[in-house]
């Protein structure tokens, strides 16, 4: 059996948070994940962009992984999630966390009187006071000790993608109906299309003269929240917390932000673990309130397009 002061699993945008603020903080991190990304294109908000660049400053110089070469004033920037995460996950590596590829198989929490102190992955264990789950939509912890959550919406089914036009065709689109919405961004390297649909294989209406091109990545989610994102030897962040849709437009800052707090309360814990209890509850209140705020936001757009 070896040892680590955190274990973050998952290796995406708030895994790789993470392990990097923790590992700044000094401790000893291993990261669990099975290297694989999306592929999606995603655009990040200016607010992304600004604890991105807090996080891991080489990424924004970092040719190969942007749709902008720079991101406008007063605005975000188009990213290729299955360029850019690799490159996360390096820097991850170069804060001085150890990795460890996940096979096929299962990752079990090791649990001791109540508490979370580390995993079993095969054959091999690792003890840990802390343990981080940044699975994603995955949402291993939640599964693996049945945690309580509020299921907030149906099924509702998301795609992106890449987009050709016409010359005359408009640079940005929005549109949303009773079936769904539309969000199409024009970048240097191209267009970027999200869509959201209420039901399976149906087609948002696409504006004249714009068009899908190339691999469609799709997904099913539901809005969902965590009742307890944070307890006894663990912390939950991103989408392994909450999920909404991309229509909050700041998914990857909450992935970023989310992953990087629940490694700085953990560095807390590890120097006053008598303050445990209270770490645990400002996390878990801070996510449940980021969640009411946001799906209450998104239930009105949606009500006012009778879309749910």
């Known amino acids: 059996m070896s040892n680590a002061d955190i274990i973050v699993i998952g290796d995406g945008p708030a895994g790789c948070a993470a392990t990097i603020t923790a590992a700044r903080a000094g401790l000893e991190v291993v990261m669990l994940g099975r290297g694989r990304s999306s592929g999606a294109p995603e655009y990040l908000s200016r607010a992304s962009l600004m604890l991105l660049a807090e996080l891991a400053p080489r990424l924004s110089r970092e040719t190969g992984i942007w749709l902008d070469p720079e991101p406008l004033p007063q ?4 990213l290729l999630r299955g ?6 996950r390096i820097e991850a590596l170069d804060a001085g966390a ?8 299962r990752v079990e929490p090791h649990i001791a009187r109540g508490k979370i102190c580390g995993v079993h992955c095969g054959a091999s264990s690792i003890a840990s ?8 939509s995955n949402g291993w912890l939640r599964r693996a000790m049945q945690l309580e959550e509020s299921i ?25 109906a009773q079936q769904g919405w539309l969000w199409i961004n024009t970048t240097s390297a191209g267009m970027i299309w999200t869509s959201l649909s209420t039901q399976r294989d149906t087609t948002v209406h696409w504006p004249d003269g714009v068009w899908p091109t190339g691999k469609r990545w799709r997904d099913c989610r539901r809005w969902r929240c965590l009742q307890q994102a944070a307890g ?12 909404l849709d991309p229509a909050t437009g ?7 932000e989310s992953g990087a707090w629940a490694a700085s309360l953990a560095a807390q814990l590890l120097r006053h673990p008598e303050g445990s209890s209270l770490l645990e509850a400002l996390y878990s209140d801070w996510i449940v309130q980021f969640y009411v705020s946001r799906k209450a936001a998104l239930a009105e757009c949606y009500a006012n397009a009778s879309m749910l």
């Open 98 to 105: 150890r990795y460890v590829p996940l096979a096929a198989g």
């Open 129 to 136: 006071p802390v343990v981080i789950d940044a699975s994603g």
């Open 152 to 176: 907030g919406s149906p099924a509702l089914w998301l795609e992106r993608g890449l987009a050709a036009a016409h010359s005359h065709a408009p640079d940005h689109h929005w549109q949303i």
């Open 232 to 243: 006894p030897g663990y912390f939950v962040c991103g989408d392994a917390a909450v999920q």
């Open 250 to 256: 700041d998914g990857f800052r909450f992935a970023v």
């Open 75 to 78: 605005s975000g920037r188009a």
């Open 83 to 88: 360029k850019f995460d690799p490159r996360f």
